[in-house]
């Protein structure tokens, strides 16, 4: 029998059985968190540098890149190393580690974009009380409160996880420890316990959900009313990339979540957490920069810096 007391190393998803394949798995893996490093380093590097980027809203976009990075480095990395030393193993100590940074920056992420949201509607909707409500020590709170809640909901999901006795072998059908293929290895239904974090987990995400639905729908209902189009063009430049990146992130989480139990095969499960967990923290800098003229012309200013 397979315990926390006995249990040592996990095996994750093998990508592909040929070495071919392997490499192949390793060079996109690669690509993509290549362009995470770049695009999320450039965005730090230019929020950092630039004076004029020093305002609440940058402030968060600079979390959130960090954030990003640390998702995509907790996953890909060990992911990548396998697949080119044709390995399947990770320490027990390290799938450990894994699932609570992962859950860490994951959660983090989900209630930073809520405060984004947030700081959007005081900008559009109490433009005048905006440097009241949203002044330095504010916002360095609110970060706070962020990176707490992360680390909060981190350090519950993980232990009530690994203390959960493990019975059904030593084989995490995913590339990285997730924690809802761990807890199909549990014995008889001790994993209940972890499975109602779960829903409460998601209940309160569904309750930041609706406040950030009811955010701009009070913006655009704002947005719309204003007479001068370059005003209403500049509000949609500051909101629509921030409900881009909402909207990539609840509909790939979602899915993962509540696709029905027919649907579930490893391939399948596969793609959809490559989809919520890996290509978020790489589209996200593209998404924010597209639309953005000030931040364009930062991050222009550095790569001409690094030349």
Not at 7 to 34: K, P
Not at 102 to 115: A, I, K, Q, W
Not at 144 to 159: C, E, K, P, Q, V
Not at 295 to 307: N, P, T
């Amino acid at each position: 029998m397979y315990n926390g007391s006995t249990l040592n190393e996990f095996l994750l998803l093998a990508f592909a059985n040929t070495w071919e394949l392997h490499v192949l798995y390793f060079l996109l893996f690669l690509g993509i968190y290549l362009a995470a490093l770049l695009g999320n380093g450039l965005i730090i590097t230019a929020i950092a540098c630039d004076h004029r980027l020093h305002t609440p809203m940058y402030f968060f976009l600079l979390n959130l890149s960090v954030l990003d990075l640390g998702t995509i480095s907790t996953t890909v990395p060990k992911s990548m190393a396998n697949s080119l030393w044709d390995t399947r193993v990770i320490s027990y100590l390290g799938c450990v580690a894994q699932t609570f940074l992962f859950v860490f920056f994951f959660g983090g992420e989900y209630c930073l974009l809520t405060v984004m949201a947030y700081d959007r509607y005081i900008a559009i909707c109490k433009t005048l009380h905006y440097e009241i409500l949203m002044g330095t020590r504010a916002c360095l709170k609110m970060a706070a409160a962020a990176w707490g809640s992360g680390f909060l909901n981190a350090l519950l999901h993980t232990g009530n996880t690994f203390l959960i006795p493990l019975c059904q072998g030593n084989t995490v059908d995913q590339f990285f420890c997730e924690i809802p293929q761990i807890l199909k290895l549990s014995c008889s239904d001790s994993y209940l316990r972890e499975v109602g974090l779960i829903v409460v987990s998601v209940c309160l995400v569904l309750g930041f959900f609706i406040f950030i639905v009811l955010s701009y729908v009070q913006i655009f209902t704002v947005v719309l009313r204003l007479p001068s189009e370059q005003g209403r063009h500049k509000a949609f430049s500051m909101c629509l990339p921030h409900l881009a990146v909402v909207s990539l992130f609840v509909c790939t989480d979602g899915f993962a979540c509540l696709k029905p139990p027919s649907l579930s095969s490893p391939a399948l499960d596969l793609v959809v957490t490559v989809l919520y967990a890996v290509v978020p923290p790489a589209v996200n800098p593209l998404i924010y920069s597209m639309r953005n003229k000030e931040l364009k012309d930062a991050l222009r200013k550095a790569v001409d810096k690094s030349q």
